[in-house]
């Protein structure tokens, strides 16, 4: 919150879908392809083109309007969305207005202080994507249309987040959301998600909105909450100083940290909204919708309750293994094969995860499937191997992808349980540290981590750690 001014924030979320071709024609949707190589007369605007709806579009719209408990709407209507940019090659855009697919829903978020906020989404509509522009110095400007008719959500919040913490919370979780459903890849860095942030101020106790400056196609959580940030000090600057805030669209600059003016601010009034005539209206009965209902994942929020619940997870093992839905997957796997929520727990929230991040592989590509690993945690049960030698025997798992068993065997890496031969040991560390024998005799029994120390040093981590501490207790209290 800001001392002087409410801030008052809503977000417009473009989610791109992982259709495999665009809304309106059967052009691949796939990224990084050669300049328009991915076009038709559809996507190339060229007169007596007409567009034929791709059903995937609405029934991915349903899941994202089903996932955050919107209305969905029996019969919807394609817009006409008019301006003229150079990259829009029909001169107006195929989107949503008057009858959207999806309204009414609502996301819950976590406030930093702990409490539940409920923010309202207003509405869910499909549209068309535009064509990029491609600047360059000295070739001028080109345009790429592989992009043009590519499907896209917009998801529309009512204007109920108060800072950019806030803002950033819905953000993760409706990017969460889309990335569970499959209806998108989620990448912030290719576009699959943008984010455009709407920001005003208004003294306390005013009802009435103060006037919006729209932060536009941000695509990474950081600047969207850098933006936000530079644009609520800016505005409070401007009106503290007797100033007016100018409706428009500012573009955010991540190497100043500033939001630059880009535009006036357009209203709807302003792209001559019609119905298109070349698209009827879509109409969706109950039976669908019930079908995408029956066919929805667990969602992360629910996930996260479950594991707390049925595992007995602390909440923050919940929150880190039910995020990405694939980690998900992989630890529910792991806990089929090996009946120890927690003991899976650790280790996939910390060899799994570490390894992962340092070879910079996803999880869906994990060269250690759950079998494995389970095999190698029934040797630490079963006092097979220690669990410092386990994380030895990991690293040569993840390398090789051999059994632990085989690794185990190949490397001599049995625990020895055997107490003569660590009564063997023990003895000869004993023998060698008098010193700190006759300490430890004398009242300092901290000292009984170095004898440990010892002597599963001089069994390479071989022994058997309960075994060492017993037998030295034992010969220590004599």
Known sequence: ?????????????????????????????AFGQQPNSQTC?????????????NRQVAEYAIRAGLATNCQIAPRSIFARKNYFYPDLPKGYQISQFELPICEHGWLDIDKQDGERKRIGITRIHMEEDAGKLLHDGSRGSRVDLNRACTPLLEVVSEPDMSSADEAIEYLKQLHQIVVYLGICDGN?????????????????????LGTRAELKNINSFRFVKQAIEYEVERQADLLGDGGTVVQETRLFDADSGLTLSMRGKEEAHDYRYFPDPDLVPLVVDENWIEEVRAALPELPEAKRQRYIE????????????????ALAEYFEALVGLHDQP??????????????????????SDCPLPP???????????????????AKKVFEAMWQSGDEADTIIEKQGLKQVTDTGAIETLIDE??????????????????????????????????ANPGVVNQLLKQKLAG
């Not at 007369?41 to 709806?53: D, I, K, M, Q, S």
């Not at 079998?371 to 030698?389: E, H, V, Y």
Request: charged fraction near 25%.
């Open 41 to 53: 007369p559809v996507c190339l605007g060229l007169p007596g083109a007409l567009p034929v709806f």
């Open 429 to 462: 560390v004993l023998k060698a540290n008098p010193q700190q024998v006759a300490d430890y005799r004398g009242g300092k029994e901290k000292l009984i981590g170095f004898f440990v120390g010892q002597v599963m040093q001089k069994s390479r981590g071989k």
């Open 310 to 325: 049925q595992f007995e997870l602390p909440e923050y093992d919940a929150g880190v293994l039910s995020a990405e839905r």
């Open 188 to 208: 912030l860095e290719e576009g699959s998600f943008r984010c455009d942030a709407n920001v005003s101020l208004r003294p306390f106790g005013q009802t009435k």
């Open 371 to 389: 079998a494995l690993l389970a095999g190698l945690l029934k040797r630490i049960d079963d006092n097979t191997i220690s669990n410092k030698i």
């Open 342 to 363: 927690k003991v899976c727990s650790n280790w996939v929230m910390g060899e799994v995860l570490r390894a992962l991040k340092e070879n910079e592989v996803a999880i």
């Open 1 to 29: 919150m800001h001392p002087r001014y409410e801030v008052v924030i809503g977000l417009e979320v473009h989610v791109q879908l992982t259709t495999k071709t665009k809304i309106f024609c059967g052009c691949s949707t």
